[in-house]
């Protein structure tokens, strides 16, 4: 078969730098903003710190024909930013939830309203066309469901026990309102937990289960150079 055209590696390369600028520029902004050691306890700006230091090594492996990311490793950020645009439109800035933030959100204007839609929207959007268009079909397994799960889980239990040891003054103690111990007590806040976590379980094997009926297009894999031009 042909080899793939290196204006179109050149094409993908930049589209995956772009990504990994795109979550720099909004986590720079919040930053800005705000002090850094409150914003990194947001699981929006921790998953899109690692699609930057997923994406940035992904395009120069991509422009030298390299390996791709291994698909543990790209699946887990996928489900990641995946659940970060979901819960931000479904849950944060749906006025219809039980959890929502579409007032204070509304309230962020300028700069900030601008990073709202690079880590709430560009992101997840581009990382999952990224995946669709340009990643082999088949390579997730469904033990990587577990593995992936555990990013999550080990946030929700960061958010509360950090909780507890931060002083009871806005912003919440929290990160996320339905993360809120202050607000619905432990057994609530536990309840809703294993909810979500039920959700994303659910979300991750849903991926997996995409990826291996997802169709195979002409130009979704980039092959490295040691091997035969396009498999």
Not at 20 to 37: D, K, L, N, R
Not at 98 to 120: I, K, P
Not at 161 to 176: E, N, T, V
Not at 181 to 197: F, I, K, N, Q, S
């Amino acid at each position: 078969m042909p080899e793939i055209s290196r204006p179109y590696v050149a094409a993908v390369s930049a589209y995956r730098l772009l990504i990994a600028a795109t979550a720099v520029t909004g986590i720079s902004i919040e930053c800005a903003h705000f002090p850094p050691a409150r914003v990194f306890t947001y699981f929006t700006i921790l998953t899109n710190a690692a699609i930057a230091l997923t994406f940035a090594p992904a395009a120069y492996r991509t422009w030298t024909r390299r390996r791709p990311v291994p698909p543990l490793v790209y699946g887990a950020v996928l489900l990641c930013i995946v659940i970060t645009g979901l819960v931000y439109h479904l849950v944060l800035a749906n006025d219809a939830s039980d959890f929502s933030e579409s007032e204070a959100l509304g309230a962020r204007t300028g700069a900030l309203a601008v990073s709202n839609q690079l880590l709430h929207t560009v992101t997840p959007l581009t990382v999952t066309l990224d995946w669709l268009l340009f990643t082999t079909p088949g390579r997730f397994r469904w033990r990587h469901a577990c593995q992936w799960l555990l990013l999550p889980l080990a946030y929700c239990a960061f958010a509360l026990l950090r909780g507890p040891f931060q002083p009871p003054a806005p912003p919440s103690r929290y990160p996320y309102p339905f993360l809120d111990v202050d607000a619905h007590g432990y057994p609530a806040t536990l309840l809703t937990a294993l909810l979500l976590a039920l959700a994303f379980t659910a979300l991750a094997l849903l991926l997996i289960l995409l990826d291996h009926h997802r169709p195979h297009l002409p130009r979704n894999r980039i092959s490295p150079t040691a091997r035969s031009p396009l498999k």
